[in-house]
């Protein structure tokens, strides 16, 4: 595997949450949305992704852009995207919900996501494995599972070696550090 360019390319870890911490991803369909979108991306050759988890007020990310796009263009279109489509499944589905997210912005009527999300470039493999840890210990400490490996919306089977539905994550091992 080739070497990975950390400065003009860092892989970051990315957290995104819901305006006000409002529970809005308990719902899996909107998990689901994020996870179409991290697959369309991945598909695209936009982004890599190493490692995730999608709580019920937030997400977490370890990912890298390809060189095709900036990460940053990446992460505008998701934060976009992903805004869209629960913005189309609430208008339909649950409008008294959708007054929660309401905002007077010149740009907007509803927002989603809190701006300014946190985005931090990790430098070596033991960041890495730390960030990587912290997100998959997120579901256990949240109480929504006893073990990592039992959290469905996390790349943590990934890294145990055990099936899961996630077609999206790249392998990512010490040699390409």
Avoid at 114 to 130: C, E, G, H, P
């Amino acid at each position: 595997m080739p070497k990975l360019n950390h400065i003009e390319n860092p892989v970051q870890f990315y957290t995104a949450t819901i305006f006000k911490w409002e529970y809005l991803l308990k719902n899996s369909n909107y998990k689901q949305i994020i996870i179409d979108s991290l697959t369309f991306l991945v598909h695209e050759k936009r982004v890599k992704v190493y490692g995730f988890v999608i709580m019920d007020n937030h997400i977490h990310l370890i990912w890298q852009g390809t060189g095709l796009y900036s990460l940053k263009h990446s992460q505008l279109n998701f934060m976009k995207f992903t805004a869209q489509q629960i913005k189309f499944d609430l208008e339909k589905n649950k409008p008294d919900t959708l007054s929660h997210f309401y905002v007077e912005a010149k740009d907007r009527k509803f927002q989603f996501w809190q701006r300014n999300a946190l985005s931090i470039d990790i430098m070596s493999y033991d960041v890495f494995l730390q960030k990587l840890n912290y997100i998959h210990k997120n579901p256990v400490k949240a109480g929504l599972c006893d073990i990592e490996t039992d959290y469905l919306y996390s790349s943590a089977k990934h890294y145990q070696q055990m099936e899961h539905p996630f077609n999206f994550l790249e392998p990512f091992d010490r040699s390409m550090w």
